[in-house]
């Protein structure tokens, strides 16, 4: 993504989705003021109409790059979030972890729970809240792994947990014990989503990010995977917001 660049994947008069660059918050916290994907969002509606609004469906963490939804009425925000399970079908995201996956495909499921420093760990039924995630190991390459991950719940960083659990951090996590950052970020990215939109099924794709040149090749005949299934979009850059 272009410096200052809104990449757009879908627009119609109730939906805006977008692919959201690494490093940047979807929304303010207390602690950053910096620029943010909503102030993006919010600028660029703002220009096609003043009195134009966005509002959050879903959000990434400030590190993972990929799909973020925004409605632009109340209404829309509701209906979408009311009905997650049931219109979000699929929600994809590529990772490359450290080391080799203890299988090929597997179900992770975790109790996970937060600590006073932000840090998500994973608990008892008791004390934490279930999360479901299911990885497939598409390549292998030096000492790194390409997992495409599927995610049935929407806990925070349970991805990020949950991989770091079997002893896989994804590249660049720190936070969750990862040893490497060879591609200056966290490798990380939510590429696809399978949306209910006017009562159809349709697969929002982005592109590849730059910094997963490692494994290009193999992400792209995911994507086209992925195209064949339904309907799609491809991305296009608005903006100078």
């Known amino acids: 993504m272009e410096k200052n660049k809104l990449k757009i994947i879908y ?11 690494a490093k940047l918050l979807t929304i303010k916290t207390d602690k950053d003021e910096s620029k943010t994907l909503y102030s993006m969002a919010s600028c ?15 959000r990434l963490d400030k590190e993972t790059s990929g799909i973020v ?12 979030q009311d009905n997650w399970d049931k219109l979000a079908k699929e929600r994809i995201y590529i990772a490359i972890v450290e080391g ?12 996970l729970s937060e600590d006073k420093n932000l840090k998500v760990y994973k608990t008892n039924k008791n004390k934490g809240k279930l999360a479901i995630t299911k990885y497939e190991c598409l390549k292998r390459k030096k000492n790194y792994s390409l997992l495409k991950i599927k995610i049935l719940t929407g806990r925070k960083n ?3 947990v949950q991989l770091s659990d079997i002893n896989n951090p994804i590249v660049g996590d720190k936070k969750y014990g990862a040893k490497s950052n060879n591609f200056n970020r966290l490798a990380l990215h939510a590429i696809a989503i399978k ?3 006017h009562q159809k099924d349709y697969m929002f794709i ?13 992400i792209d005949l995911l994507i ?10 491809d991305t296009f850059t608005k903006n100078d917001c």
């Open 11 to 21: 627009e119609d008069k109730n939906l805006l989705i977008v692919d959201k660059k």
């Open 100 to 111: 080799k996956p203890p299988k090929e495909k597997d179900t992770l499921k975790s109790y």
């Open 44 to 58: 660029y509606v703002k220009k096609q109409y003043p009195k134009n609004k966005v509002f959050i469906i879903n």
């Open 158 to 160: 349970q991805i990020r």
């Open 69 to 80: 939804l925004f409605a632009k009425n109340q209404e829309t925000k509701k209906y979408y």
């Open 224 to 233: 086209a995977n992925l195209q064949k299934r339904v309907d799609n979009y």
């Open 195 to 197: 949306l209910v939109v």
């Open 206 to 218: 982005t592109k590849v990010p730059k910094e997963f040149f490692l494994f290009k090749e193999d």
